[in-house]
């Protein structure tokens, strides 16, 4: 049973890609300083192995603590090794994720992120760790001309999130290059991930007000926000609303398996960039239609004017994941609604 390593484990994403893990029989070490997370969180995590293994939860791990401390990082990489398991590969999730955020607080971003990745991979680095799937975003490619992004699309952020993210990319290429036959890495570029686990038991969870849309309409439809502003009705589009490549946060988290596995399996280095999203447009206003029409709930909403920084369009070329992976996200539109309102109506039970 390989040991594998994960930060920001108790989060959105890397709490279901853990039950991914834990289904596929890793043994799983998670970090979280509960930053954007919780104990309660971590409960229903669980909850939720137990429901579909009770034996599994005897290969879930948790630290509570910081990336950014190297003795508390090199403790864990110690323990694994007195256990004789060594840690074989790192998912790296923790982070500071909100674009809004960033730009009143760069500093805490740039601490967070980029302080963050150096101590890990030193930490690493220290053990012989040298497999790493990084939580990078679409957002690196900032304004776009075309229709859909592929990995050699120009990196242009143009907030200090998306600096963050771009700039631990390049430190990774150099990493890589500075000794071409130690690291495997991968660089995810995630597009808009929404949904849940299909059970209902795990899902998205912020701390504080959302910015982000999937969240927001969930919150509108159980009557916590009134309605829900759509960002503009003018941009260049069909209806008008902009365009985003949402993808099921099970497919994401299949998606980081894959990947993980894809190195374990082939031993050599390697250097990769990968595009995780559908491949499919879909409008704020479709999402909002679907979510209404396949939960059955009202999602009042107004336009009012374009939030500064979006883009009328972002959608994945998701060839090269496809292909290097043999990835195929399944789910759709309906299934991420759904998935993600059954989470919600559970939230307020454990809160
Ligand atoms: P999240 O905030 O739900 O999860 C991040 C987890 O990391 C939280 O549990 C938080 O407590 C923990 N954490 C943060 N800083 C930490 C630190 N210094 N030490 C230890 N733990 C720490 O976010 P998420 O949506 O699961 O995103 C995970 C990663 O993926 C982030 O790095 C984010 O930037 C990236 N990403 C997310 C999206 C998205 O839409 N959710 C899109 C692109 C990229
Ligand atoms: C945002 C971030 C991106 C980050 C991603 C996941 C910005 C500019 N980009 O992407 O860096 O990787 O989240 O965390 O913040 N919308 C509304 N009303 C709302 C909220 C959003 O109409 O109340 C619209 C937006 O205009 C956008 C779409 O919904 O067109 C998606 O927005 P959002 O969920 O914030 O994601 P992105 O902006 O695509």
Redesign the pocket.
């Known amino acids: 049973m390989k040991k594998i390593l994960i930060t920001g484990g108790v989060g959105f994403i890397g709490s279901h890609v853990t039950i991914s893990l834990l289904e596929k029989n890793y043994d799983v070490v998670i970090i979280d300083s509960f930053l954007n997370s919780s104990k309660s969180f971590y409960l229903r995590m669980i909850e939720l192995i137990n429901s579909i293994n009770p034996l599994f939860k005897k290969n879930l791990h948790l630290y509570e603590g910081d990336i950014r401390n190297s003795h508390f990082l090199e403790k864990i990489f110690l323990d694994a090794k007195k256990e004789n398991k060594l840690i074989e590969g790192v998912i790296h999730l923790a982070g500071l994720?909100?674009?809004?955020e960033s730009v009143n607080f760069p500093l805490n971003y740039w601490n967070c992120n980029l302080i963050g990745a150096i101590r890990l991979l030193e930490a690493m680095d220290k053990f012989n760790c040298h497999c790493l799937i990084f939580s990078s975003?679409?957002?690196i490619y900032g304004k776009n001309q075309n229709l859909l992004i592929n990995e050699i699309s120009n990196i242009n952020p143009?907030?200090p999130?998306?600096f963050t993210k771009a700039t631990i990319e390049f430190m990774l290429q150099n990493l890589f290059e500075s000794d071409k036959q130690k690291w495997q890495i991968a660089n995810l570029r995630?597009f808009?991930?929404i949904g849940a686990h299909s059970s209902g038991l795990i899902g998205e969870n912020p701390k504080g007000m959302p910015?982000?849309?999937?969240p927001?309409i969930n919150k509108v439809a159980s009557r916590e926000i009134k309605k829900?502003?759509?960002?503009?009705n003018d941009w260049n589009t069909n209806d008008g609303?902009?365009?985003?490549d949402f993808i099921h946060i099970m497919d994401l988290a299949d998606g980081h398996i894959m990947a993980l596995e894809y190195f374990l399996n082939m031993k050599n280095s390697k250097f990769l960039n990968l595009n995780l999203g559908t491949g499919k447009p879909t409008s704020?206003l479709e999402l909002v239609k679907t979510f209404q029409k396949i939960n059955n709930v009202e999602v009042p909403y107004d336009f009012v004017n374009?939030?500064e920084?979006?883009v009328d369009r972002?959608v994945a070329d998701n060839e090269l994941a496809k292909k290097t992976l043999n990835w195929e996200p399944k789910r759709k539109i309906s299934d991420m609604c759904s998935d993600g309102w059954k989470w919600h109506s559970n939230i307020k039970n454990f809160c």
């Open positions: 994720k909100s674009v809004k975003s679409a957002t143009i907030n999130y998306g995630y808009n991930p910015n982000n849309v999937f927001l829900l502003k759509i960002f503009g609303t902009c365009i985003r704020v374009r939030r920084g979006d972002i």
